[in-house]
């Protein structure tokens, strides 16, 4: 059984900072790749920031230079830091990662149920 559970959502105003956690648990064998989606109302998901397990990052262009990704491979754990927020970061903030579990035959592929991001104007 695998989990995937976010932490470090809130409300914070523009220009504020937030770092957000998901850690993963379960029989997991390896695991391939984190990242963090999020959704706004009447919005589609969109991938915010991604993280192999070799450290290789991947950044939409709407955060680059203020977010960042990092993962602690030993606690399988994925972070975003979030600076210089802005409104139209205002979202849901989902964790998503491919892993391989101890009795899976292939790669899968997870979701947290995610957690609020609010920023005040």
């Known amino acids: 059984q695998v989990q995937l559970v976010e932490s470090g959502g809130g409300l914070v105003q523009a220009g504020g900072s937030l770092r957000l956690s998901c850690a993963a648990s379960?029989?997991?064998?390896?695991?391939?790749?984190m990242g963090w989606y999020r959704q706004a109302p009447g919005k589609q998901r969109e991938l915010v920031a991604s993280?192999?397990?070799?450290?290789?990052?991947n950044y939409a262009d709407s955060v680059k230079g203020r977010f960042t990704i990092s993962r602690d491979n030993a606690k399988n754990t994925v972070y975003l830091q979030m600076n210089s927020l802005k409104p139209e970061d205002t979202a849901v903030y989902y964790c998503?990662?491919?892993?391989?579990?101890?009795?899976?035959?292939?790669?899968?592929?997870?979701w947290g149920r995610g957690t609020q991001v609010t920023v005040s104007s």
């Open positions: 379960g029989s997991i064998s390896s695991i391939n790749a």
């Open positions: 998503n990662a491919d892993l391989v579990g101890y009795y899976s035959p292939r790669v899968g592929n997870y």
């Open positions: 993280i192999t397990s070799r450290g290789s990052t």
